[in-house]
């Protein structure tokens, strides 16, 4: 069965400080996954996906199939970087199934 | 994308009761979905909002207990049924994001109804 798990379930790093949210997934088919983020007091939001292989406000994620891994990572942490993230699995038709989440605390 | 709004976006009700929440999208979309985040929980996918049909439920998730509507492209409703504690969640509908601008497979979410079943 498909599941994601993300080990941490609060970060806490200080401003500046390199920030890697871990994420492992299983899966049998081909996984497409992404990373949502619920800022405070705001709805969950898409921030990336690894078919685009984009940064999005200093995030990386890179897909490892040989790990099973789609780690979050940026190289500088920002107190705005504060928020709930979530990693999420797609698999069926547009189904999520959504990993526990991970609560990054910046701190100043 | 698409804006969602949720009505009620909290409530507090009586064990053996039912509620029915609403989701409107301000844009026509194919799929809508509904979800469950349980207190300390990940979100979990309930079932498919089908329009013209029967929802279509995940496993560990029944018609009688969690009914939805879907009459048109932009609106569906979830009713939680026969309430216990259990039930006290959040409750959030989502969308299949369309149009320019969006990226494929993109889902955007409501604000969530909050229930708590005393």
């Known amino acids: 069965a498909q599941r994601v798990t993300q080990p941490e379930k609060l970060l806490s790093v200080f401003k500046g400080a390199p920030v890697e949210l871990k994420c492992n997934y299983s899966y049998s088919g081909s996984p497409e996954l992404f990373w949502y983020v619920q800022y405070s007091r705001q709805r969950l939001q898409l921030l990336l996906r690894h078919i685009s292989r984009e940064s999005i406000k200093g995030f990386t994620a890179d897909l490892n199939k040989g790990e099973t891994s789609f780690h979050l990572k940026k190289p500088f942490a920002q107190e705005e970087d504060s928020a709930m993230y979530y990693c999420?699995?797609?698999?069926?038709?547009?189904?999520?199934?959504f990993g526990t989440g991970t609560r990054l605390l910046v701190s100043p | 994308s698409a804006v969602i709004s949720q009505k009620p976006s909290r409530d507090i009700c009586q064990r053996g009761t039912s509620l029915t929440i609403q989701c409107q999208v301000d844009s026509q979309v194919t799929m809508m979905f509904w979800y469950r985040q349980q207190p300390g929980q990940s979100l979990t996918l309930i079932a498919t909002a089908n329009q013209g049909s029967e929802a279509t439920y995940e496993s560990g998730f029944v018609i009688d207990k969690f009914p939805i509507s879907r009459p048109n492209l932009t609106f569906s409703t979830l009713t939680v049924s026969n309430m216990s504690p259990e039930d006290s969640s959040i409750y959030l509908c989502?969308?299949?994001?369309?149009?320019?601008?969006?990226?494929?497979?993109?889902?955007?979410f409501g604000p969530g109804t909050r229930l708590t079943v005393l």
């Open positions: 999420a699995l797609l698999w069926g038709f547009q189904k999520l199934v």
């Open positions: 989502s969308v299949e994001g369309q149009g320019e601008g969006v990226s494929y497979n993109e889902q955007f």
